[in-house]
């Protein structure tokens, strides 16, 4: 299986700790983040990546040399142009050359997500893209409708918890939206049927969000896969590497108690309500 990981970024908002280091290796708990985002990848049977690099690239090519590849096949596509996700995804087209769905992981991200349980989610729904999105407050919401179909993005317009905020002018709605539409933020973690690659008209710098929004006013399919229940950072501000640190730690330490058993997993009618029944421990 195979997968791509962002890791191009400047990280200004990591400054000064991105003046001599690229952001996707900055360390919580003495692990880069980069590191983080091989182990959760390799936890889903991925077993190529390749790594977009840009600023201070060879620094990230040297670390996953030292690190043996995390054991895996890793190619690092440089970048001499910042080129954005969806550029970036364009110029690493030719790794993906299997015919089978992968995935896409910031490397800025750091997440307890199910990445296979999102993956057969994106197979029995047949998905061209699928979107990991959860309620939370962004600058910038993607929309859904009642079947959990992508059909526009809109600006910060204080949401309702799941909501429905209303629209301005620089919203991008695809369609009209029926009174359940949801307003949900990007996780950065996607699942991607390779036919999107040959459908992507896009050229040079662009956002890989720009070729969801066409192709979903195209009438293709690109999902929402809810991850309310999973734990989720975005690294993107020094202040909160403490914090983060903090929480890591606690998870990890909550790692060593029983957890509740998942005695049967099922989804709901509706394709954003995944559903769990839970039996606690005795």
């Known amino acids: ?37 091989f182990q959760h990848l390799r936890s889903a049977g991925v077993n190529e990546i390749i790594v977009n690099a840009h600023h201070f690239a060879d620094q990230i090519a040297a670390f996953v040399r030292a690190k043996d590849n995390f054991g895996m096949r890793v190619e690092i596509s440089f970048e001499e142009v910042l080129l954005d996700t969806g550029g970036g995804l364009k110029k690493a087209t030719w790794f993906f050359d299997d015919e089978q769905p992968f995935f896409v992981h910031n490397a800025d991200v750091i997440s307890s997500l199910d990445l296979m349980r999102m993956y057969h989610f994106h197979l029995e729904q047949r998905a061209l893209a699928t979107l990991a999105v959860k309620p939370r407050t962004t600058k910038r919401y993607l ?21 429905q905020g209303g629209v301005n002018a620089a919203d991008e709605i695809n369609r009209s939206l029926s009174s359940t539409h949801l307003d949900l933020a990007f996780d950065g973690i996607h699942v991607i049927s390779p036919q999107l690659l040959g459908m992507m008209k896009e050229a040079g710098v662009f956002s890989i969000l720009k070729t969801y929004l066409r192709l979903a006013s195209e009438g293709q399919k690109i999902l929402a896969f809810r991850t309310d229940e999973y734990y989720w950072r975005d690294v993107g501000k020094l202040e909160q590497l403490q914090q983060i640190a903090a929480e ?18 099922s989804f709901s009618a509706h394709p954003l309500l995944p559903v769990r029944k839970r039996i606690p421990p005795e």
């Open 143 to 163: 929309v859904f409708d009642k079947e959990g179909r992508l059909c526009g993005r809109r600006e910060d317009n204080s949401p309702l918890e799941g909501g």
């Open 248 to 265: 890591l730690t606690a998870q990890e330490e909550t790692n060593h108690h029983p957890s509740p058993v998942i005695q049967e997993e």
């Open 1 to 37: 299986m195979k997968a791509m990981i962002f890791a191009a970024g400047l990280g200004t908002r990591l400054r000064p700790l991105t003046d001599t280091r690229p952001k996707a290796l900055v360390e919580i708990n003495g692990v880069t983040l980069l590191e983080r985002a």
